[in-house]
């Protein structure tokens, strides 16, 4: 069955003054997102999911990345993902399109990254907030990338439908600051694979 795509929109946000100071480069935040039906929607506990997700999470995943780098071509620094999904489906089903390879794997792989995705995934009706949280492609450990993408759609989802989302920064946050992991493991005499040192 083929997925039903009621829309998609592309959102960009440009910062030049933040904390009251001028960003010495201006920072880029894109988000790019698909309103489907909900594939499950209607059909009562579904235990298997994955046949949709191998047929969807490719198409959207493609779809939404060729849309990021359309906006913001080889220059996309942090990346992140979401999805709200209608009152009439679980937050499962969101999680199942989003958590996939078959879906985060056409980004990640389009902008040869090697951290994972942050995510986020919630429910709700037609204004509910699309958090999408950022981290750095390639360092999951540098703070200047961690950001957040907040938006929404007015009419969606609906109960049977879904909103997948991309997120992508070129820059990290404006005037960021705060240092990194890795300064506070070295002075904690923490390593990076044991950051609580127990």
Do not use: C
Not at 23 to 29: A, G, Y
Not at 105 to 134: C, D, H, M, W
Not at 179 to 193: I, P, Q, S
Request: net charge negative.
């Amino acid at each position: 069955m083929a997925i039903e795509i009621r829309r998609t929109l592309l959102w960009q946000q440009t910062t030049y003054l933040e904390g009251w100071k001028k960003v010495d480069e201006p920072t880029h935040l894109f988000a790019a997102m698909a309103i489907i039906r909900n594939p499950w929607f209607g059909r009562g506990h579904v235990e298997d999911l994955r046949p949709e997700i191998r047929e969807h999470g490719p198409v959207l995943g493609k779809l939404l990345t060729d849309m990021l780098i359309g906006a913001a071509g080889d220059r996309i620094e942090g990346y992140g993902k979401a999805s709200v999904t209608g009152a009439g489906g679980e937050n499962e089903h969101g999680q199942g399109l989003t958590h996939s390879l078959w879906f985060g794997n056409q980004y990640r792989e389009a902008v040869k990254a090697k951290s994972y995705l942050a995510f986020s995934n919630t429910r709700g009706g037609p204004g509910t907030a699309l958090i999408i949280p950022l981290m750095d492609k390639d360092d999951g450990g540098r703070r200047s990338h961690y950001q957040t993408i907040h938006t929404m759609v007015p009419d969606a989802p609906a109960e049977d439908e879904i909103i997948l989302a991309l997120g992508a920064s070129v820059g990290g946050h404006p005037n960021h600051r705060i240092g990194n992991r890795y300064e506070d493991l070295k002075e904690m005499g923490h390593d990076v694979d044991n950051p609580a040192g127990v």
